[in-house]
C-alpha cells in the first residue's frame, strides 16, 4: 500500500476518501482552487497546495498542475473522486506516465465507455441487453430525423459523451424533434466539446436501477448488488437506495450477471457502475457505465458493510479483491436509503444557490445516520461548483424502518442562508409513490408540484409555538446582559404589560400580544387566546405545554429568523417590526434580470420584436445548468443588454419590454 495518496478533487467527496485514508494510516493531500482556499476538505487534509484560480478549468481541471501537486508533495497515487477529471483518460494516462499510481480503470476502459454509440455496439457484442436505437456517426439533423422516423416516438436523444443528464432530451412527437436536438446538442457542446448524439427508444415509465460493480488487476470482476436511483429530476437523481423495491432475488443475478459481462468486455479495474433502463414488465437495457465511484455509493456501503474507497484504494495498491467477495456476491443486511441536499430554491425551478452557510444543522452521525459533507456552519457554497451541501444517508433493518428513520433525520436539518431543497425531501420521502416503492425516472417531472412546498394556512400550533420562541429567546438575551432595564417581558411596578409581537410566514402576517414569563404565557391573535404553560426551548427542540396538552418540536432562533418543524411541516417566520406593515412590491413586468451570475449562450430576440408571455427571451448557463428566460408579458423589445458568450452577474437588467 502506499504510503500519500493526492485527492483530485473537492467538496464531500474529497473529505469521504480522506476518511478512509485516516483508517488505512495514509497520508492525504488535498488541491484547491482560490474559491476553496479555507474549504473543508482542505483543513481535513495532512497537507493542501493551490493549484489555481477560482473556475474548474483553473484549477481541477488542469492536469498538469494536479501532477505537479503530487510529485511536489511526494505522493504515489491519485484519486480523482467523482465529476471533474474522474473520467478523463488523458488524465489517468498522465498520472500513469508521471510514476504515479492511479484509483481507477485503465485509460482504455475508459475510452470504451465514453462514448454511450460505442459502449452500446460493445456491450451487444457481449451479450448485455441495449435498447434499439441509432448510434451511427452520420449526424447531420436530416439524417437523425430520418432515424428518429424509424425508431418511431417517444424516443430519447442522448449526448454521446459526458453524463449527469446533459444534453439529454425526450421527444414525443416528429415535430418537436428538431428543436429538442438543437438544445441537446448545444448543451452537450457546453458541457463536454462534443455534440454527437444517439437516439434511443424510450421506455415509459422506466426505472433506474445500477448494479456496483467491482474489478482487479488479477483479472476478477464481481457485482455488489443494486441501488435504485429512480427518483430524478431532469435526469439527476434525487434519492437512491438499495436494496431497489423492485428486484426480486432471480432479476438480481440476471443483472448482477450482465453487469459483471459489461465489467469483462473491457477488462475492468476498479470501481464502477453499470446502469440500467428497466422496464415494467423487468426486461432490462444496458443505459451506461460510470467508470468511477457514485455519488450514491454510500448506500452499498451501509447495506453490505463495506468501504468502497479502501477497496479502491487497495486494488490501485495491487490488492485481489477479499476472497470472501470472490466466493459470492454478499447477501444485503437491512435497507439503505439516500437524498442529497443541495442549495437550490424548489419554488423558482430549482435555481441553484451559493453564499456563506450562517446555520448549517445536520443530524448527529450514529449507526443508523450517516452525514457526507464538504461544508460546515461557517463555509460558503461557491458559485462556481456544485451545490451540494451534503448528503443523507439513513440505515435500518428494513425499508419503512430507515424511510422513517430519513424523515426524522430530515426534520433534525436547518439551513440558514442559501435556500435548500430541505422542504422538498421532507415532501418526497413521505409521498405515496415513494412509501409504496413505485417511484418512476419520469414522476417527479411530470407531477412536480405535488412535492413542491404548499402555502396553506399556518396552524395555531406553529403560531403559539413562534411566538414562545420568540418570547424565551427575548428572555435569554435579556438575562445575558444582567441588567434589570435590558429586560424585554414588559415588567412594571404593577404587573407586567402585554407585549405586542408581529411575524410573518408563508405570505401570512400575525399580529400577536402575549401576557407572561418565564414560558408561561397568555398568547392572543385575531380571535384565538391561548394558554401556555411551562413553555421550554434547549437550543433544538420546543416543548409547548397548551391546554393540557405537550407537543415538542424541533426548533430554531436567529435573531428575526425562526424555524419549525412540526408534523412533518416545516414553518419559517420573520420577526417583523412592531406596527409596520411593509407593502409588498410587485415584481416588473417590464424587466428580466438575469436570476444568478452565469454566461449568455443565446440571444433570440431583437429591439422591436413584438413577443408574447412566456416566449424565450435568452438562454443562460449557470452552475452546470442551462436556464431559459421568458417574456414576463405580451409586449414589444424596448432594449437588450446581453451579448452571446458574456458573464452577467446576478441581478443585471437583461431586456426591458415597452
Request: net charge negative.
Amino acid at each position: 500500500m502506499f504510503n500519500t495518496l493526492l485527492i483530485a478533487n473537492r467538496g464531500e467527496i474529497a473529505c469521504r476518501i480522506i476518511r478512509s485514508c485516516r483508517q488505512l494510516g495514509v497520508a492525504s493531500v488535498a488541491v484547491y482552487s482560490d474559491a476553496d482556499a479555507g474549504a473543508l476538505h482542505v483543513r481535513m487534509a495532512d497537507q493542501a497546495l493551490r493549484i489555481g484560480g477560482p473556475s474548474p478549468a483553473e484549477s481541477y481541471l488542469r492536469i498538469e498542475a494536479i501532477i505537479d501537486a503530487a510529485q511536489t508533495t511526494g505522493a504515489q497515487a491519485v484519486h480523482p473522486g467523482y465529476g471533474f477529471l474522474s473520467e478523463n483518460p488523458q488524465f489517468a494516462e498522465a498520472v500513469s506516465a508521471a510514476d504515479l499510481m492511479f484509483v481507477g480503470p485503465h485509460p482504455d476502459s475508459m475510452r470504451k465507455m465514453a462514448s454511450k454509440a460505442a459502449a452500446k455496439n460493445l456491450m451487444a457484442e457481449h451479450g448485455v441487453p441495449v435498447v434499439p436505437g441509432y448510434s451511427g456517426a452520420q449526424q447531420d439533423a436530416a439524417h437523425l430525423a430520418h432515424e428518429a422516423q424509424q425508431i418511431g416516438f417517444p424516443l430519447m436523444v442522448k449526448a454521446v459523451f459526458g453524463g449527469g443528464g446533459k444534453g439529454m432530451r425526450i421527444v414525443t412527437d416528429a415535430a418537436g424533434f428538431a428543436e429538442a436536438l438543437a438544445a441537446a446538442q448545444r448543451e452537450a457542446s457546453n458541457a463536454f466539446g462534443n455534440s454527437e448524439m444517439i437516439l434511443e427508444r424510450y421506455i415509459e415509465h422506466p426505472r433506474h436501477i445500477e448494479m456496483q460493480i467491482f474489478g482487479d488487476q488479477q483479472g476478477h470482476a464481481i457485482h455488489l448488488n443494486e441501488r435504485e436511483c429512480s427518483a430524478q429530476r431532469r435526469y439527476q437523481k434525487v434519492l437512491e437506495e438499495s436494496p431497489s423495491p423492485f428486484v426480486t432475488p432471480q432479476l438480481r443475478a440476471q443483472m448482477g450477471a450482465a453487469a459483471v459481462a459489461a465489467a469483462r468486455a473491457v477488462n475492468y479495474v476498479g470501481a464502477g457502475t453499470v446502469e440500467f433502463i428497466v422496464a415494467a414488465d423487468a426486461s432490462f437495457y444496458f443505459m451506461e457505465m460510470n467508470t468511477r465511484l457514485q455519488v450514491e455509493h454510500p448506500v452499498t456501503e451501509m447495506t453490505l458493510g463495506l468501504d468502497l474507497v479502501e477497496l479502491q484504494l487497495r486494488i490501485a495498491a495491487g490488492e485481489s479483491l477479499p476472497a470472501t467477495l470472490l466466493e459470492a456476491t454478499p447477501t444485503p443486511a437491512g435497507h439503505a436509503i439516500e437524498v442529497r441536499l443541495y442549495a437550490e430554491d424548489p419554488e423558482q425551478g430549482f435555481l441553484p444557490g451559493c453564499g456563506h452557510l450562517s446555520r448549517l444543522q445536520l443530524p448527529q452521525s450514529s449507526d443508523h445516520v450517516r452525514v457526507d459533507s464538504g461544508v460546515e456552519q461557517g463555509d460558503t457554497v461557491s458559485i462556481h461548483y456544485d451545490p451540494m451541501i451534503a448528503k443523507l444517508i439513513v440505515w435500518d433493518v428494513d425499508r419503512e424502518r430507515a424511510r422513517v428513520g430519513m424523515r426524522e433525520a430530515l426534520a433534525e436539518c436547518s439551513i440558514r442562508g442559501p435556500k435548500s431543497n430541505i422542504t422538498f425531501l421532507e415532501q418526497l420521502i413521505s409521498h405515496p409513490v415513494v412509501v409504496e416503492g413505485r417511484i418512476d425516472t419520469g414522476y417527479l417531472d411530470r407531477a412536480l408540484d405535488e412535492f413542491l412546498p404548499n402555502h396553506q394556512a399556518v396552524p395555531e400550533s406553529a403560531i403559539v409555538a413562534a411566538t414562545c420562541l420568540a418570547l424565551l429567546d427575548d428572555a435569554a438575551a435579556a438575562a445575558a446582559k444582567s441588567l434589570p432595564w435590558a429586560r424585554t417581558d414588559a415588567w412594571r411596578l404593577d404587573g407586567r404589560a402585554a407585549r405586542h409581537l408581529h411575524l410573518s410566514c408563508r405570505q401570512q402576517d400575525f399580529e400577536i400580544d402575549a401576557c407572561g414569563h418565564d414560558g408561561h404565557y397568555a398568547i392572543h391573535w385575531g380571535e384565538q387566546t391561548l394558554q401556555v404553560d411551562g413553555a421550554h426551548f434547549d437550543g433544538s427542540s420546543l416543548l409547548l405545554p397548551v391546554a393540557g396538552h405537550s407537543l415538542r418540536l424541533h426548533a430554531w432562533i436567529d435573531g428575526t429568523d425562526i424555524e419549525l418543524h412540526h408534523a412533518g411541516q416545516r414553518y419559517r417566520f420573520t420577526r417583523l417590526p412592531n406596527y409596520i406593515f411593509e407593502a409588498g412590491q410587485s415584481e416588473s413586468t417590464d424587466e428580466v434580470h438575469a436570476p444568478m451570475p452565469g454566461r449568455i449562450v443565446m440571444v433570440k430576440v431583437q429591439p422591436g420584436d413584438r413577443v408574447q408571455e412566456g416566449d424565450t427571451l435568452l438562454m443562460m448557463e449557470a452552475m452546470k445548468m442551462e436556464l431559459t428566460l421568458r417574456a414576463p408579458r405580451d409586449g414589444v423589445i424596448d432594449h437588450i443588454d446581453a451579448t452571446t458568450g458574456e458573464f452577467v452577474e446576478a441581478d443585471t437588467l437583461l431586456v426591458r419590454l415597452s
